[in-house]
Nanobody, 120 residues
Framework: VQLQASGGGLVQAGGSLRLSCATS????????MGWYRQAPDKQRELVAL???????NYADSVKGRFTISRDNPKKTVYLQMNSLKPEDTSVYYC???????????????WGQGTLVTVSS
């Protein structure tokens, strides 16, 4: 099972980007999906999380600016980022809780990260 994140890039402050994270491999079911970020010399932090029910929660720093969504049939999660600020500059990682069969427990799988750079 793999997660492939895409959509990062360079954008000016106030601009927008949309990140995508697609899953591949043998998947029985997907639970929570989320986005995390890690800036240089900082710990990885949760940005947004969305359950398979669609319920979501956000870090205070991105509330009102970022929107997480998912396409369950495609097993893909998105992060729409608006009103970007220089402090949003980070490597963004997606994560999903995945079961590969009805007999396995959920396990967390991580994508490779995509760099978002916001210039002032």
């Amino acid at each position: 099972v793999q997660l492939q994140a895409s959509g990062g890039g360079l954008v000016q402050a106030g601009g927008s980007l949309r990140l995508s994270c697609a899953t591949s491999g043998t998947i029985f079911s997907v639970g929570d999906m989320g986005w995390y970020r890690q800036a240089p010399d900082k710990q990885r932090e949760l940005v947004a999380l969305i359950a398979d029910s669609g319920r979501s929660n956000y870090a205070d720093s991105v509330k009102g600016r970022f929107t997480i969504s998912r396409d369950n049939p495609k097993k893909t999660v998105y992060l729409q980022m608006n009103s970007l600020k220089p402090e949003d500059t980070s490597v963004y990682y997606c994560s999903a809780s995945i079961r590969t069969s009805p007999w396995n427990a959920f396990r967390d799988v991580w994508g490779q990260g995509t760099l978002v750079t916001v210039s002032s």
